[in-house]
């Protein structure tokens, strides 16, 4: 959500009725989230001013582990340069401490790939947004889960309870510190991953959606201490409840 937000935002400073806009002072303090919305605090920096040229070898952009060379253009400006600053910094200080930990295992390729292109400047803003939303449309319409056998028939339903909540083991990337707290596209991919999880013997899909619209499932190791609630479904895995009356 984080680094969507900010080449939509990186996207809007390339393209705007200003031309195309850098930020100098490029760090992750002048940078704020309102409302899931990633907002820059700190215009005192931006500027529209392009580096003159003569020639190419006029238009390399430094960084203190990396520089690129750029074209100089015709009208003697080094072409993209705002831009290409802008992205790398993107690069430097969100991407490669986010896009790595963020994602389902099916999707990490896909930003592997937006990691590398953007590491290398081989994407520009417009590519990198593409590639985003591309992403963000596999994850919300559940078109990356791959084909796998069906799971859920190795759960019980037990339709108008919810388990109590309480601390439980703890899995990452947890919305919970207190247990495992997980997104999920479907009943059906909230059993692979229980199934994946040791300890893991039942889960519940809440009433709570992330930005995305996806519902957090509650995964937990004791499918005891149930209470009634018309609105809820638990879970429980078959081998947990052999022997036990429910």
């Excluded at 031309?19 to 490029?26: A, R």
């Excluded at 899931?36 to 390399?60: H, I, Q, R, W, Y």
């Excluded at 559940?142 to 339709?159: C, D, M, N």
């Excluded at 009634?228 to 638990?234: E, K, L, M, Q």
Aim: with cysteine; net charge neutral.
């Amino acid at each position: 959500q984080i680094c969507l937000g900010l080449v939509k935002l990186l996207f809007y400073l390339a393209h705007s009725p200003l031309g195309s806009i850098v930020l100098l002072d490029f760090q992750p303090r002048q940078f704020v989230m309102v409302d899931g919305n990633l907002k820059v605090t700190d215009m005192d920096d931006a500027s529209t001013e392009e580096l003159s040229c003569k020639e190419d070898n006029d238009c390399t952009l430094d960084f203190p582990a990396k520089s690129f060379p750029l074209k100089c253009s015709s009208a003697g400006k080094c072409e993209g340069i705002n831009e290409k600053k802008n992205l790398f910094n993107a690069y430097r200080y969100f991407f490669t401490y986010l896009l790595p930990h963020s994602a389902p295992p099916a999707l990490q390729p896909f930003l592997s790939d937006i990691l590398n292109a953007t590491g290398d400047l081989r994407y520009g803003i417009n590519e990198t947004v593409t590639a985003f939303e591309k992403v963000l449309h596999l994850y919300k319409s559940g078109l990356y889960l791959q084909k796998r056998p069906l799971l859920l028939k190795e759960y019980i339903a037990l339709k108008g309870f919810r388990t109590v909540e309480a601390e439980d083991y703890k899995c990452w990337p947890s919305y919970s510190h207190l247990g495992c707290l997980l997104s999920v596209h479907s009943p059906e991919e909230a059993a692979a991953i229980c199934n994946s999880q040791s300890q893991c013997q039942s889960f519940i899909l809440t009433q709570q959606r992330t930005w995305t619209g996806r519902p957090l499932a509650s995964f937990q190791s004791s499918p005891t201490d149930l209470i009634p609630d018309a609105n809820a479904v638990v879970y429980i895995k078959r081998s947990a409840s052999s022997g036990k009356r429910l």
